[in-house]
């Protein structure tokens, strides 16, 4: 299903969930990929914080104009059944900022959504069949 925004249940889904992986695109054109605070403030994602965060190789790949990046937002809120959920962005991440973020005062990193798929935000059992994914593309 292609559309134009997140769902309410995304866009609840996302703000409970501050704890997301960011993957970027490094020298050689390798994947990094490493965990983060992830704002989302119904547009756009956010990940940073004080000075130190300009030195992090995930800004320095954004800086170096390799701005394309992946974020995933996931759990498994059971292994008994197995259930697990979450949403995937594809987005462009723009130089970092200073503002007031979600962990205070420092410098962040606006990604601009492209695409993102979600699956079983309702949170159930997997069953024997992989979950429905929603894909959207955004504006």
């Known amino acids: 299903m292609d559309g134009t925004a997140f769902t309410p249940q995304e866009v609840a889904y996302l703000r409970d969930h501050p704890v997301a992986r960011v993957a970027t695109v490094g020298e050689q054109d390798q994947p990094d990929v490493v965990p983060v605070a992830c704002e989302f403030d119904g547009e756009a994602f956010w990940f940073g914080g004080g000075e130190a965060v300009l030195r992090t190789r995930k800004v320095r790949h954004v800086l170096a104009g390799r701005r ?7 759990d498994v809120p059971s292994m008994d059944p197995f259930t697990a959920r979450g949403v995937r962005v594809y987005g462009v991440a723009d ?3 200073e503002r007031a973020g979600m962990i205070g005062p420092g410098w962040y990193v ?9 699956w079983n935000l309702d949170g159930e059992p997997a069953g024997d069949a992989w979950y429905p994914v929603t894909h959207t593309v955004h504006p």
Not at 68 to 73: D, E, M, N, P, T
Not at 110 to 118: A, F, I
């Open 110 to 118: 606006r990604v601009r959504p492209t695409e993102s798929w979600s």
């Open 95 to 97: 130089d970092p900022v």
């Open 68 to 74: 394309r990046v992946a974020i995933v937002f996931d």
